[in-house]
């Protein structure tokens, strides 16, 4: 059973920087594609980014600039690296391991980590 932990949440004063990692169990990790979700109380969870195992990106509109996601295949480790964070950033991450190279649905979920950005 493959299980996934992130860490690194915390709180930030906006413009501040926050890297959160993800770490997940098994030998196939390098053949997943992982992401990174957050939701707010209330509101659908969304896609941040994501990243294939051939190591290609995508993000979503609002992040798009100021996030990067990464990947450590040695590690089985997945990173976000956020920067110039705004108050709306305020959310639960999740990390997701995906079920396939390209596919995040049905995958893995972590247990979350929160992010608060405030002053």
């Known amino acids: 059973q493959v299980q996934v932990v992130e860490s690194g949440g915390g709180l930030v004063q906006p413009g501040g920087s926050l890297r959160l990692s993800c770490a997940a169990s098994?030998?196939?990790?390098?053949?997943?594609?992982m992401g990174w979700y957050r939701q707010n109380t209330g509101k659908e969870r969304e896609l941040v980014a994501r990243?294939?195992?051939?190591?290609?990106?995508t993000y979503a509109d609002s992040v798009k600039g100021r996030f990067t996601i990464s990947r450590d295949n040695a590690k089985n480790t997945v990173h976000l690296q956020m920067n110039s964070l705004k108050s709306e950033d305020t959310a639960v991450y999740y990390c997701?391991?995906?079920?396939?190279?390209?596919?995040?649905?049905?995958?893995?979920w972590g247990q979350g980590t929160q992010v608060t950005v405030s002053s």
């Open positions: 098994g030998s196939i990790f390098r053949f997943k594609a």
């Open positions: 997701r391991q995906g079920r396939d190279a390209m596919d995040l649905s049905g995958g893995v």
């Open positions: 990243i294939t195992s051939g190591g290609s990106t």
